[in-house]
């Protein structure tokens, strides 16, 4: 995005610090401080990166948030593609009510942000109880909160989990385009080794990125009825395969008819980067928070990252994960 675009960009709600609530204040008093990657400084709260406004709507969201056993909650690492997972999940489970072929599908209007939403950074953000009363169910929710601190409901209850991973590198870059694009003060500059140190030290948006995907790993494999794990390269690999493990997982399994007219190729073809990206409200939309659409869809390809890093930088982040991963049987 240029300059131009950037400068009459509103902050989204989640990065503006005007409006915390004094509770909020008082708290970041005591929490430790980085410099952030979207503004100023970062805070630590339960283990875990994040901005002061943002603070305020996990909160309520932990206090407040009630799980049904009924719910389906993706979570990610920002940048792991969790547009891509939403478009995915939202046809997926919706297409009894919205069959793939209608034309006038939700999906071709609406960014997948508004059709799943995040908990703490919009429902939550302004510190309120939102309104649920215009969920079907199940209800699609989504959220970057590391496992230990989903509200404890999600926790107690059914809930299905799907957790979207993707190879570190190519987060980090991702990341590095959309917060130059998004920050407020753009005479601020980072630059992408000081940004890269503070990834490999663990300081990325509700990073480390490693604890992060460690704890819900461990959790799908104890519970793999309840946590679903995938990796967006493995997506992008081997679509349909992952698209109906995707649909066994949630208990709705594609049908002998489903088979024979193509069904799960249909959704991956909506869902792919290059239809979405082109949708008039993906191009000129905006989120809810304040983020233009297309902020979302940038490449959309495994392994842009061998085009930003240096080989000591590939070197150092490949020491980082082979030290965090080892033992988890996960390979990046
Ligand atoms: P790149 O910046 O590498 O292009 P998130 O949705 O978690 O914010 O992640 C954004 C990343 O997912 C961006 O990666 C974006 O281009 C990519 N993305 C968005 N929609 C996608 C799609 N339909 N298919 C594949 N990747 C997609």
């Not at 940048?79 to 999906?107: D, I, M, Y």
């Not at 059709?115 to 970057?144: A, I, M």
Request: glycine share 4%; aromatic share 12%.
């Amino acid at each position: 995005m240029s300059t131009s675009q950037t400068s009459t960009q509103i902050p989204p709600k989640y990065l503006r610090e005007d409006e915390l609530s004094d509770e909020c204040k008082k708290l970041l008093l005591t929490l430790p401080k980085e410099r952030g990657w979207l503004i100023s400084d970062t805070y630590n709260y339960q283990g875990f990166w994040l901005s002061p406004r943002l603070l305020q709507g996990v909160i309520a969201c932990q206090q407040q948030f009630q799980a049904h056993d009924s719910d389906i909650i993706l979570a990610t690492t920002p940048k792991s593609g969790t547009t891509w997972l939403k478009a995915l999940l939202f046809v997926l489970v919706n297409r009894v009510k919205h069959p793939v072929f209608e034309q006038n599908h939700p999906l071709l209007v609406k960014n997948p942000h508004d059709l799943v939403p995040y908990l703490e950074l919009t429902l939550y953000v302004d510190g309120q109880v939102p309104n649920f009363s215009s969920f079907t169910t199940p209800r699609l929710l989504s959220t970057h909160l590391p496992f230990a601190s989903l509200p404890k409901s999600v926790q107690d209850s059914r809930t299905k989990l799907v957790y979207l991973c993707r190879n570190p590198k190519d987060i980090f870059i991702s990341m590095w385009h959309f917060a130059n694009d998004l920050r407020l003060d753009h005479t601020d500059t980072r630059s992408i080794e000081e940004m890269f140190e503070l990834f490999c030290k663990g300081v990325s948006v509700f990073g480390p990125f490693w604890n992060h995907v460690l704890d819900y790993w461990k959790k799908s494999i104890e519970k793999p009825n309840q946590v679903f794990f995938v990796m967006y390269e493995e997506i992008k690999k081997q679509p349909e395969i992952q698209l109906k493990r995707l649909a066994e997982f949630l208990d709705c399994p594609f049908s002998v008819e489903e088979e024979n007219s193509r069904v799960a190729e249909e959704i991956l073809r909506m869902c792919s980067f290059e239809n979405l990206s082109n949708l008039e409200v993906n191009i000129n939309g905006k989120f809810s928070t304040g983020e233009a659409n297309k902020s979302f869809f940038r490449k959309g390809e495994v392994g842009d990252w061998k085009n930003y890093f240096t080989i000591e930088m590939s070197e150092k982040l490949n020491d980082v994960i082979e030290q965090k991963f080892q033992g988890s049987g996960l390979r990046f």
